[in-house]
């Protein structure tokens, strides 16, 4: 048996009906997706052997993703023209595959290397206007309830807004969101858009938010 590690990096988009996807579901549709792609995927050892695929940070559902991306183990070293062709067929264009490589540590992006992420948001035409924005991003404290599970805790995500700015396109308005870890952890962006936007959860929830990108700025990596 080949024990060489050959680890491939595809990056996809993630759009329309599959945003109501959870991640568990993804990943079942991936590993399917693979196996029905004849993917030479390594297995893991031990009694109950899985497939060596490791997803990138997940989505919450409703959200879309531009950039998203795994990784995966195969047996050897193969076609990866062939392999992006068979995966997009057995797919049936539910992800749009949007490049297939070897992983190189050097340049490629570690999940716990990301400390910026960038959303756009589809916003209404008769929402808060750039200086509107601008004055609430000068304040020190935008304070928004998290809940998690039973627990409910305070917040100030007003540290985590790296940007927020309101451009056209194509008659749509849309705000470009990027958010920043502090001390390890992230505001999701439903929680910035309630500091933003004085709105609840639920508000905030019925906005279009698409996931761009994720960098790390420490070694000047993204997805692509």
Known sequence: MNNERITVRMVYARKGAMRFLSHLDLMRT???????????????????PHQQIAFG??????MEGECEFLDFCIQQFSDLK??????????????????IHYFR????????????????????????????IDTILARDEMIVERVKENSRKKMNVRPHIRKAAVRSDNGRKVLDLEIVSVGGGF??????????FA???REARAFRVSRV???????????V
């Open 199 to 201: 709105i609840d959860d």
């Open 57 to 62: 940070p997940p989505l919450s559902v409703g």
């Open 187 to 196: 505001a999701k962006p439903y929680e910035a858009l309630q500091g933003l």
């Open 82 to 99: 062939k392999m992006r062709n068979d995966i997009e067929c057995s797919f049936h264009n539910i992800l749009e595959i949007k490049d």
């Open 105 to 132: 540590r050097s340049s490629d992006l570690l999940v716990h290397e990301i400390d910026l992420i960038a959303y756009s948001v589809s916003i209404s035409q008769s929402i808060v206007s750039q200086s509107d």
């Open 213 to 223: 990108n994720m960098f790390a700025t420490a070694s000047n990596k993204k997805v």
């Open 30 to 48: 991936v590993f399917r997706g693979f196996m029905r792609a004849n993917v030479p995927i390594q297995l893991s050892q031990g009694f109950s």
